[in-house]
């Protein structure tokens, strides 16, 4: 039995495009809209399947759905919030943004204390964008954080639990300001320095003698640098207080391992490179833990 009559999705990219796809597969709505400024977007998602209905014009669509799961960048996010605010202000409405605190404080400036909006972010994506991106069961198996504030209803979490819950997920419940902090350092971070190892490769003059030596490693370390720049410079600049802090331990930690470079030290480098492959070896032993519980 579908949960919601009809849900809409704006943004039919990686994630909301494999979120239609699921949502009609598993028959968690009898129907799915998307939103789209691009009607070259819509037309894909309409011809392909992954859309019953679709609107490049947001207020036609939006005033009969149940559920609308905002998938578009950060920076667009509020204005959806005005439209809602306007045309439709008691929808039950979540998001995929990858920093939450400014989503949720803009939820409660425009929608209000008492709006039925709860913040959520999929550990779920690829290096891909876009529609062809697309794939099904994306969400299968991985986990969602739900961020409420301290305004958001209990019936309305459990909405989203069990919306998240019918695509496969678990969800986990963290505060939007303790969820940046954490991505800061989990997801965050790591992109920000694939950026900068990409730029010393760009710096290198003769990348035609340099290609025969790049192996997996390089080209695995580096994957999600292809990931889409104007999504990640809004999450950088987004959630740059907690970058900057790591960074600034980043930077301590470098510094540390480059006065035992200078002095040539071997067995303090093993020491400190052995003790980094203790916490990765721990890390994977707590994941697998942790996901068979």
Same mark, same amino acid.
């Given at each position: 039995?579908?949960?919601?009559?009809? =849900?809409?999705?704006?943004?039919?990219?990686?994630?909301?495009?494999?979120?239609?796809?699921? $949502?009609?597969?598993? +028959?968690?709505?009898?129907?799915?809209?998307?939103?789209?400024?691009?009607?070259?977007?819509?037309e894909k998602? +309409?011809?392909?399947?992954?859309? @019953?209905?679709?609107?490049?014009?947001?207020?036609?669509?939006?005033?009969?759905?149940?559920?609308?799961?905002?998938?578009?960048? $950060?920076?667009?996010?509020?204005?959806?919030?005005?439209?809602?605010?306007?045309?439709?202000?008691?929808?039950?409405?979540? %998001?995929?943004?990858?920093?939450?605190?400014?989503?949720?404080?803009?939820?409660?400036?425009?929608?209000?204390?008492?709006? #039925?909006?709860?913040?959520?972010?999929?550990?779920?994506?690829?290096? &891909?964008?876009?529609?062809?991106? =697309?794939?099904? #069961?994306?969400?299968? *198996?991985?986990? =969602?954080?739900?961020?409420?504030? &301290?305004?958001?209803?209990?019936?309305?979490?459990?909405?989203?639990?069990?919306?998240?819950?019918?695509l496969g997920s678990?969800?986990?419940?963290?505060?939007?300001?303790?969820? @940046? &902090?954490?991505?800061?350092?989990?997801?965050?971070?790591?992109?920000?320095?694939?950026?900068?190892?990409?730029?010393?490769?760009?710096?290198?003059?003769?990348? /035609?003698?340099?290609?025969?030596? !790049? *192996?997996?490693?390089?080209?695995?370390?580096?994957?999600?640098?292809?990931?889409?720049?104007?999504?990640?410079?809004?999450?950088?600049?987004?959630?740059?207080?907690?970058?900057?802090?790591?960074?600034?331990?980043?930077?301590?930690?470098? /510094? %540390?391992? =480059?006065? !035992?470079?200078?002095?040539? %030290?071997? +067995?303090?480098?093993?020491? +400190?490179?052995?003790?980094?492959?203790?916490?990765?070896?721990?890390? %994977?032993?707590?994941?697998?833990?942790?996901?068979? /519980?």
């Amino acid at each position: 039995m579908a949960k919601f009559q009809k =849900v809409g999705i704006t943004g039919i990219g990686l994630i909301g495009g494999s979120l239609a796809l699921d $949502i009609k597969k598993r +028959k968690i709505a009898k129907t799915v809209v998307g939103f789209s400024r691009r009607q070259s977007t819509l037309e894909k998602a +309409k011809a392909i399947g992954l859309v @019953d209905a679709c609107f490049s014009n947001f207020e036609d669509g939006i005033k009969d759905i149940d559920l609308l799961v905002l998938a578009t960048p $950060i920076g667009v996010i509020k204005e959806y919030f005005l439209k809602i605010k306007k045309h439709n202000p008691g929808l039950l409405v979540t %998001d995929v943004a990858s920093v939450k605190s400014p989503v949720v404080k803009d939820a409660i400036r425009i929608l209000g204390k008492d709006s #039925n909006f709860v913040g959520s972010h999929p550990i779920a994506g690829s290096d &891909r964008s876009g529609i062809d991106a =697309v794939r099904k #069961n994306l969400f299968e *198996g991985k986990f =969602v954080i739900i961020t409420p504030c &301290r305004y958001t209803k209990g019936e309305n979490i459990s909405k989203i639990q069990d919306f998240w819950a019918a695509l496969g997920s678990t969800t986990v419940i963290l505060s939007p300001e303790e969820h @940046d &902090r954490l991505l800061a350092l989990t997801s965050h971070i790591p992109h920000f320095i694939v950026y900068l190892l990409l730029s010393l490769f760009d710096k290198f003059k003769d990348k /035609s003698t340099l290609l025969p030596c !790049i *192996g997996t490693g390089f080209i695995d370390t580096t994957r999600i640098g292809g990931s889409s720049p104007e999504m990640w410079a809004e999450i950088f600049i987004a959630n740059r207080k907690n970058i900057l802090g790591y960074l600034s331990e980043f930077k301590q930690n470098m /510094s %540390d391992i =480059v006065e !035992i470079l200078k002095e040539g %030290d071997v +067995k303090r480098l093993t020491e +400190k490179l052995a003790g980094y492959k203790k916490v990765r070896d721990e890390l %994977d032993e707590k994941r697998e833990n942790f996901q068979g /519980s």
